[in-house]
C-alpha cells in the first residue's frame, strides 16, 4: 500500500511570491505521482503528473513538481503566484499499472493575497 | 471542454434512509469511479466500474453501497441506509480506455446525515 504526506495544511503567500507545497509518498512499488487542485466550489482538475522519464514535470498555468526518488518526494512549486492561484492542492500517489487508484494526501490550501 | 456532472451539489438526509447520488460521466468514458472525502480527511477511494460490473472496491465500500449504470450515461452511487459518519463530500471520476489517461472528476455531492 502506498501513502501520502502533505507537510502544510495552510500556505499563505502574496501575490507575484514564490510558493513551494511539500509532499511525500511511501509505497513498496513502483508509483506515479500527481497533482490535484481544487478551485473553490469545483471538481478535483489534475494539475501535473509524473509517470516515467524526465524527472521534472510542469503545468500550463506556471507549476512544476519535481520527482525525487530517493527522498521519495513530490514537491509542488510556482515562482510567481497569482490571485486566482487560491486553491486547495492535493498530492496523489499510484501503483503503476493500477493508475485509478489513486491514494491522496490531506491537502494544502494556498491562500494568496494581494 | 466535456464535464463530469453530479447531481445534487448538497443532500441532506436522516440516519437510516436511503440515498443516490447520480453522476454522468464524460461520453466517451469507460471507468468510472467513486471517491469520498470526510470533512477535514482525505479523500479516499471507494470503488471502480467497467463493463458494468465492479472491477475494485475498497474495505469502505461494503454491503450499504451499491454503484449501478442505470442506462448509457448515468453512473449512481446508493447507500441503502445512511448512517452519521457517512457524511462526506463524494466525487465521480472517469476517465477513457487509453494507458495512463488521468481521471476528470466531478465537483462532487456533499452528502449530510443527520
Known amino acids: 500500500a502506498q501513502s501520502v504526506t502533505q507537510l502544510d495544511s495552510q500556505v499563505p503567500v502574496f501575490e507575484e511570491a514564490p510558493v513551494e507545497l511539500r509532499c511525500n509518498y511511501s509505497?513498496?512499488?513502483?508509483?506515479?505521482l500527481f497533482w490535484y487542485v481544487q478551485y473553490p466550489n469545483q471538481g478535483l482538475q489534475l494539475l501535473l503528473k509524473y509517470l516515467s522519464g524526465s524527472t521534472l514535470v510542469e503545468s500550463i498555468n506556471g507549476f512544476e513538481a519535481e520527482f525525487n526518488k530517493s527522498q521519495t518526494s513530490f514537491h509542488l512549486r510556482k515562482p510567481s503566484v497569482h490571485i486566482s492561484d487560491t486553491a486547495e492542492y492535493f498530492c496523489?500517489?499510484?501503483?503503476?499499472?493500477?493508475?485509478?487508484?489513486?491514494?491522496f494526501g490531506a491537502g494544502t490550501t494556498v491562500t494568496v493575497r494581494a | 471542454e466535456p464535464e463530469v456532472t453530479q447531481t445534487p451539489s448538497h443532500q441532506v438526509t436522516q440516519m437510516g434512509q436511503e440515498v443516490i447520488l447520480r453522476c454522468v460521466p464524460i461520453s466517451n468514458h469507460l471507468y468510472f469511479y467513486w471517491y469520498r472525502q470526510i470533512l477535514g480527511q482525505k479523500v479516499e477511494f471507494l470503488v471502480s466500474f467497467y463493463n458494468n460490473e465492479i472491477s475494485e472496491k475498497s474495505e469502505i465500500f461494503d454491503d450499504q453501497f451499491s454503484v449501478e449504470r442505470p442506462d448509457g450515461s448515468n453512473f449512481t452511487l446508493k447507500i441503502r441506509s445512511t448512517k452519521l459518519e457517512d457524511s462526506a463530500m463524494y466525487f465521480c471520476?472517469?476517465?477513457?480506455?487509453?494507458?495512463?489517461?488521468?481521471?476528470?472528476f466531478g465537483n462532487g455531492t456533499r452528502l449530510t446525515v443527520t
Open positions: 509505497s513498496s512499488v513502483s508509483v506515479y
Open positions: 496523489a500517489v499510484s501503483e503503476t499499472g493500477n493508475d485509478y487508484k489513486l491514494s
Open positions: 471520476a472517469s476517465n477513457p480506455p487509453g494507458y495512463n489517461s488521468p481521471l476528470h
